[in-house]
């Protein structure tokens, strides 16, 4: 909601046009433009020494000015939902304080009854409209409708898409909300109870999917979705038509009409896309504008288990906001009700009696009557970014996360990317296991999580470190989501026979929290305590092994150790690596030559052993990071075919950080 604050202003007059705000001081001379819209997102003080007459009206994108001052009276353009003509206003009231200032206008700002303590307002609603203005406001749409001002008529003689409201105020502080509405043309309204099988639709995602049970293949998926203007936006969830080929709709169940769509933007975490559609007049659906409260009642609407027959279910609100992380989604905003859901209900709407909309449906769990439906207002919060074609949360995958057979989590599986998305440049392909971003272990919990909250803290747009297992290759990858593209971690090759390492991998860190590696969970005997070597030199250091001391003591039992150092950091990798090496060929260690390493985030050398103690193999890697800021030093000793699978896992996944 764009707020602005007026205070000693005589005369406010407020316009939009063509979707464009700027404020203006007016007086002797030329007009001094104040501030511009940038996308929406705009914030400006403004300083006024003299009562003035500003005015938000036509100019240019791409500017913004910001003017400070000791004067009291100030005018503030707080960011803003973008603002595309036809658009309505919403007048509300705060007290003018500014110590309050952000609380007055978080409590009142879009309310219609004025504070006591204000004049009385009076303002007008004029609106012209124009088919091209129109097309792209409807494209922008999915917030609230109008609050105050309405335009259900055509007005002559207006030059431009505007909307004005003037109000004669005092010294009294005002903050007046430009309340985003629905656009719609000319007589267009939004359906009620008895249409929402009309603006209902069917979608088929075709493509090459990748399960971990199934293995790649070809085949359509089949979810739900909603029509939310006239002229075909569509909403759904991000599990439906992410990475497809190809998308089919169906609208209110007819089959007989097969409509092309396309994907404009998507959200992996919130589990949301908008989608448009071809051709225009569409019967649409309308956010409810009252609270959403438990007992509620709602209907759940759309095409279940794939079949074209529209269905619709009655429940209440359970829990009007629970948890909303599940295996392939984060959201902070989700409705609980019991207003049954299957297969083929994702994306569907869920309604009020009056079909306005409370939520998307993502989730249910059929044998503890368990129906899911995301907010209306986590919609809201990232709906116009969707329609504008940015992608919130996301990094172009269609995943979801893996749990082993005793439930631990294992990382985020990649059923499907998107072509030209972050993950896609990086090198994810379908059926790829993400195990780490950032240093952050995924899918611990068997959910989305931990690798949504890693896009939450550092935005997708950011440089992110990340590693994978690629079961096709039976190899790790590190490298980085906007940066590094990924590359492969060289592995070790088993030779021989002994027992398999079973059961799952858990992290393990030294002491310090400085390193972090994978080993097999049954390595559970773990030393975290620092070393100094024979310069005086201190490393971080931590072992793991089924038995310490048969791996330190003997070549029979498996495990590995890391070591780092920032004070080593101008040590050569070759002399990191001979403070292993030395003494090896007298234990009967035969070397297969040194080796250049890179494992997408260090680089150096590594030296293959066999034979040691007649029976083991045994693994040395001496590296800096990429940046030069430490060095580090691995050594993993496998004895038979399993364990070179937990060396490899150890050389895909260690690193440090300070």
Known sequence: MAVVR???VDEVQLALTRGVVVARRTGAGEPDDLAVDQRGDVRVVVALAEPVRPQLGDAPRGEVLERRSAHDGVVVLMPALRVHAPQCLGIGVADGTDDDFGNDLGAHAGRLTPAPACREIEGTAQCQHSGEAQGAARRRAGRTRCRVASCPHTFGGMSSNTITI?????????????????????????????GVQSATIQLEAVG???SPEEGGYEAAGRGSGFIITPDGLAVTNNHVVTG?????????????????????????CLDLAVVQLEGGGYPFMDWRKGDIDTALDVYAAGFPLGDPTFTETKGIVSKANTNGETPWASIDGVIEHDARIRGGNSGGPLVDSTGALVGVNYAGNDELDYNFAIHRDAVLDVISDLVDGKDVLSLGINGEALVGEDGTGLGIWVNSVKSGSTADE???????????MEGVSLGANGTMTEYCDVLRTHGQDATLAVELYRPSEDAYYRGQFNGDTLTAVPVVDGGGTGTATTGDYVTINDDSGAISLEVPAEWSDVDGAAVTDGSGTTWESVSASPDLAGYQGSWSTPGATVYASQSAAGMSPDDAANLLTEGLAEQGCVSTGREPYDDGMHTGVWEIFTGCGGEATYVVVGATDYAGTYTVIVGAQAIGDADFDAVDRVLGSFYAAY
């Not at 309204?189 to 008895?194: A, E, L, Q, R, S």
């Open 6 to 8: 007026v205070e000693q």
């Open 208 to 210: 090459t999917f990748v």
């Open 166 to 194: 003037t109000a004669a105020v005092g010294a009294t502080a005002l903050a007046l909300g430009l309340a985003g509405c629905v656009p719609t043309a000319s007589g267009a309204t939004p359906v009620g109870f008895d």
């Open 426 to 436: 990086a090198g994810v392909e379908p059926g790829d296991l993400l195990t780490r």
């Open 244 to 268: 497809a080929g190809t998308l089919k709709v169906w609208r209110g169940g007819d089959a007989s009409t097969e409509l092309s769509a396309k994907v404009l933007g998507s959200s992996e």
